[in-house]
């Protein structure tokens, strides 16, 4: 079988003028960026369209293919004649080096150009990269130069698109030298890796470039002795910063590879940042189109809970219809399987992993009032008795299993999960939520680790502990919680698959975010800047004389 790169190399892409008019996008409010792709210059947005958001169970070794289901979904519903769009989130190159190689989806459900939109794109996450670090550079210069706002502490950080761990921990030094009125300063810091950075969880929340301003300005960039916030706006950093995202504020159109048109945009990692594609993305796919099939990064307790306790807020919108991903395979990691055997029929590991599944399928049903399909990514070794067991135990849960081929057969594959899709789509029970707004911050925590999570409680570390009461003593209240954790458990824990019980989250740090809009409380031993594995991607993706590629996938 051909490679994902092979195949994407193999397909005939349309001129991205002619997928534009399938969204009624005139050529003025098209910015061409080569043939095939292009940015969409619009200001009027009027979300109409029905909204379907993808999420998935926690990932395994294994894999899920929620990229690739969200993509053949959106093909299957062209077939069955719907006028749709995708909105997608955009690759980082740290985990296209590192771990998994790329995130255009696979097989016959992908986007295209596959290379372009994995290597660099538009540029989106460079500007994001130097709008970060201008600030970063702002703030030492301001300290270099007599510290007028008295900035105590520094809480914003570097960042590069790229996992590094040797940049987690640096000693950043400035010497003065003979320069009347400067001084000589020393601190511990570390990069994030871009992705986790606030600005591009303010890229991806702000809905104009009036708002980004505004959301760049309010950036906490540390503390002065009074234990006050300064900000990037008494910096005058928010001009500079929202001039190199001008043109990245704005979504990129593309395509499938059955040219269904795809807007990718924004980047933000759902395990250490909220996890969605841009607002401006979703705006974009729900005016243009009359069904927009978006996704939420990671399992459903991370990007999906995201997704629908703070982006659902924030941008004033509520999908339709879930989908959940899962495979057999996957389902059977979760229940304990060898990964060497997982071609092999295995009843009892698959019972035992399907609890997963079906939490997250409880909390889309139960918490949030969201009707839901489950999607099972079909493999040529799950048996009938494994895929019957599946079925059953969804039905009896009220969810509809359904086993998709996109991967092989693109849309065609992917048509009856369309179908139940659709007859989801006429719901109207309003969204509910995980949480209150109103709840103070150790109270929102409370009820998605004991809710969504199914834990029995949380503790704090001291750091925690003092950084919730600054935020209070700064008058902070009423946003969204980001929770950072590992995303192969439900727990904080990655070793405890399948559905854990009595478990306690540590929350080990609390961060305010406030040009996002959200308090980011950071859980067990996650890491804000990734680290390659012992054999990388990197080392397998190579380019010829001829400027072939391969090993991208």
Do not use: W
Not at 101 to 106: E, F, N, Q, R
Not at 223 to 235: D, I
Not at 493 to 499: G, P
């Amino acid at each position: 079988m051909l490679s994902d790169i092979e195949i994407a190399e193999s397909c005939k892409l349309k001129d991205i003028r002619s997928i534009a008019e399938k969204l009624a996008i005139g050529e003025d409010e098209l910015e061409p960026y080569g043939k095939y792709k292009a940015k969409i210059n619009f200001k009027n947005f009027a979300p109409k369209a029905k909204l379907i958001l993808v999420t998935a169970i926690n990932p395994t070794a294994a894999g899920e293919g929620k990229t690739t289901v969200s993509i053949g979904l959106a093909d299957a519903l062209s077939h069955l004649g719907k006028k749709v769009c995708l909105a997608l989130r955009e690759p980082s190159l740290g985990p296209v080096f590192g771990v998994k190689g790329g995130a255009a989806g696979g097989g016959y459900a992908q986007v295209v150009p596959m290379a372009d939109i994995n290597l660099h794109f538009t540029g989106d996450l460079h500007a994001i990269t130097s709008a970060n670090n201008l600030l970063c550079a702002m703030i030492d210069n301001h300290i270099f130069r007599g510290n007028a706002l008295d900035i105590q502490k520094v809480y914003f950080h570097r960042c590069m698109d790229m996992n590094d761990r040797a940049l987690r921990d640096i000693v950043l030094t400035c010497k003065a030298g003979n320069m009347k009125g400067c001084t000589d300063y020393e601190r511990h810091e570390g990069f994030e890796i871009t992705a986790a950075s606030e600005v591009m969880a303010v890229l991806c929340l702000a809905r104009d470039l009036k708002d980004l301003k505004e959301r760049l300005g309010n950036i906490v960039v540390g503390v002065n002795s009074k234990g006050g916030y300064v900000y990037a706006r008494q910096l005058n950093a928010q001009g500079a910063m929202a001039t190199l995202l001008k043109d990245a504020i704005n979504p990129n159109l593309v395509q499938t590879l059955e040219g269904t048109p795809a807007i990718v945009h924004g980047g933000p990692f759902a395990n250490i940042a909220h996890g969605c594609n841009s607002v401006r993305a979703t705006y974009a796919a729900m005016t243009f189109a009359d069904y927009a099939v978006t996704e939420a990064g990671f399992g459903a307790d991370l990007g999906a809970e995201k997704f629908l306790d703070a982006k659902c807020r924030i941008a004033g919108i509520a999908p339709d219809c879930v989908v959940v991903v899962a495979t057999v395979k996957a389902l059977k990691l979760h229940g304990g399987a060898d990964k060497k055997l997982l071609s092999e029929s295995n009843i009892p590991a698959l019972k035992a992993g399907i609890p997963n599944l079906l939490k997250h399928v409880e909390n889309m049903q139960k918490i949030y009032s969201r009707p839901v399909v489950v999607a099972m990514n079909r493999f040529a070794t799950d048996t009938e008795e494994e895929i019957q067991t599946v079925m059953q135990a969804c039905s009896e849960a009220g969810a509809q299993a359904i086993f998709t081929d996109v991967f092989l057969k693109g849309g065609a594959g992917g048509e009856e999960l369309a179908k139940a899709v659709l007859e989801k789509c006429k719901n109207k029970e309003n969204l509910t939520y995980a949480y209150e707004l109103g709840d103070d911050v150790k109270t929102k925590i409370q009820k998605i680790v004991c809710k969504v999570y199914g834990g029995a409680g949380v503790t704090y570390s001291e750091r925690a502990e003092e950084a919730l009461k600054e935020i209070e003593s700064n008058g902070v209240n009423g946003l969204p919680v980001i929770i950072a954790k590992t995303q192969y458990s439900l727990s904080d824990d990655a070793k405890k698959l399948a559905r854990p019980q009595g478990f306690t989250v540590h929350v080990r740090d609390v961060v305010y975010k406030g040009g996002a809009g959200f308090i980011v409380a950071i859980a067990g031993d996650i890491m804000l800047m990734p680290g390659l594995g012992k054999v990388p991607c990197a080392e397998k993706i190579d380019i010829d004389e001829n400027g072939v590629i391969t090993g991208l996938s």
